[in-house]
């Protein structure tokens, strides 16, 4: 299981859990069984290109979300298989999109696609499994569509919304937040809300599931900030400082905007002077010794404990969920995934 989901075996505490997550093991295999099918085409480099970043590994975190809540209710549907599937498509195109955005070199332990190819036809192929996608929910009527394109429309949202920044009269910190929520959030909601509306578990349930997946999408991104300043890429499998040295916004990078004391303006004044060289051409090393100073600042703990915040309101809004094995489970993937970070 911890290989499958990039968790410990904790999440699945006592008899009664373990059951379950053998359960949700074979019922995952089902899904990427799925997943295969609908990721192959009948032409040989686009087969390889869609692909790609799928054979590259990945955790199933919203496809077992998907599994773990419709466990609610009936557990294992037709509907909640094709959703699993229809969302992890998701994602895996918006990985496509991500990265020709971000200029990233790699993802996922391999070379990007971007890179491997061209920015064009990452871009196309991105598309072609968010295409995909649809065509998976649009099997399962009104409500599996609507659900696919308003956590869609969110995601271009909040991609489109980094991409320009903040307007003036925007709090840069809220603001980034938000970013959070739409980009990550909201397909983490819609995958713990889906489970259990698929697999016919009470309204409540699912509405209590949309609040904690969002939320705990908000935690996994500030424990990425913090894994991204790391000391240890090998435990971490990311450079110390990838996000910032390619001029992506961190949380830890806004709390140290935000102050005023002259140390820190200092810092800060550093780490842009030094993207802006990367950006022109010099060794992205230059600012190794900025960002040390950064992982040892205090805007980095208050990331973390931004992060473990919002876990605890994601595990505060199962309380109308019945305790049991599928609640515990939840609240320990919750957790763990802030705990990542430290």
């Known amino acids: 299981m911890a290989s499958r ?18 359960t949700l093991e074979r019922e995952l295999e089902e899904v990427e069984e799925a997943l295969a099918r609908e990721l192959q085409s009948a032409d040989p480099l686009v087969d ?3 692909r790609y970043l799928y054979e590259a590994g990945g955790k199933r975190v919203r496809p077992m979300l998907v599994l773990l809540t419709a466990h609610l ?17 998701m994602h895996l195109g918006s990985l496509y999109h991500d990265d020709v955005m971000d200029g990233a070199d790699r993802r996922r332990g391999v070379t990007a696609a971007h890179r491997v190819w061209d920015n064009s036809t990452a871009i196309l192929i991105g598309d072609l499994l968010l295409s995909r996608a649809s065509r998976v929910m649009g099997r399962h009527g009104d409500i599996a569509v609507d659900m696919q394109t308003e956590t869609f429309e969110r995601l ?16 840069p910190i809220a603001f980034y937040l938000q970013v959070l929520a739409d980009k990550t959030g909201s397909l983490i909601a819609a995958a713990a809300q889906a489970g ?11 509405d209590a599931l949309r609040a904690y997946g969002e939320k705990v999408g908000v935690a ?12 240890d890429p ?21 709390l140290l905007k935000d102050s005023a004391d002259p140390a820190d303006v200092d810092l800060a004044g550093r780490i842009d002077a030094g993207v802006e060289r990367i950006r022109e051409g010099a060794d992205p090393a230059i ?29 505060d809004a199962l309380a109308p969920l019945p305790r049991g094995t599928v609640r515990e489970a939840l609240t320990r993937f919750a957790r763990e995934l802030a705990d990542r970070s430290r």
Do not use: C
């Open 196 to 206: 259990a509306h698929f697999g016919g578990a009470a309204e409540e349930h699912r």
């Open 156 to 171: 271009v949202m909040g991609q489109l919304n980094e991409t320009v920044g903040p307007r003036d009269g925007d709090d």
């Open 48 to 50: 390889a290109m869609s």
């Open 73 to 89: 209710g009936e557990g294992m549907t037709d509907a909640v298989r094709d959703t699993a599937v229809a969302l992890e498509l």
């Open 287 to 315: 600012l190794d010794g900025e960002l040390e100073e950064l992982r040892d600042h205090a805007a980095t703990a208050r990331t973390h404990e931004l992060a473990l915040r919002w876990t605890s309101e994601a595990v």
């Open 5 to 22: 989901f990039g968790l410990s075996d904790r999440m699945f505490v006592g008899p009664a859990a373990r059951r379950l997550a053998a």
């Open 220 to 231: 996994f991104q500030l424990a990425d900030d913090v894994i991204d300043l790391s000391a």
């Open 234 to 254: 090998e435990k971490t499998g990311k450079v110390p400082g990838t996000d910032l040295r390619a001029g992506v916004v961190t949380m830890p990078y806004l």
